[in-house]
């Protein structure tokens, strides 16, 4: 999977994804200690990558897309999986 605009250099963001999506599943008292893990696997990533010019928000945003097939995906498997069990 090739990453949008110049975060294709970034090669430590797939836990960045399923971090952010336990994030957005988690229990609202759950989500403090999740989104600090989310930042702390982003700022890894931009510092394996040696990238200083961009923040963790603007490297979250830029796999906004490829988040959103992560999920569609995650979704698609889950679906099949409960499909199974029927």
């Known amino acids: 999977?090739?990453?949008?605009?110049?975060c294709h250099v970034v090669r430590n963001w797939r836990p960045s994804l399923?971090?952010?999506y336990r994030f957005e599943q988690a229990a609202p008292e759950e989500q403090?200690?999740?989104r600090a893990q989310l930042?702390?696997?982003?700022?890894?990533?931009?510092?394996?990558?040696?990238?200083?010019s961009?923040?963790?928000?603007?490297?979250?945003d830029s796999l906004r897309d490829v988040y959103r097939e992560f999920v569609r995906v995650k979704r698609r498997a889950e679906r099949e999986r409960l499909s199974r069990i029927r």
Do not use: D, F
């Open 39 to 52: 930042e702390v696997l982003l700022k890894q990533a931009l510092s394996e990558a040696n990238i200083s």
């Open 32 to 34: 403090v200690e999740l």
């Open 54 to 60: 961009m923040t963790v928000r603007q490297l979250e």
């Open 18 to 20: 399923a971090a952010k």
């Open 1 to 6: 999977m090739k990453l949008p605009g110049s």
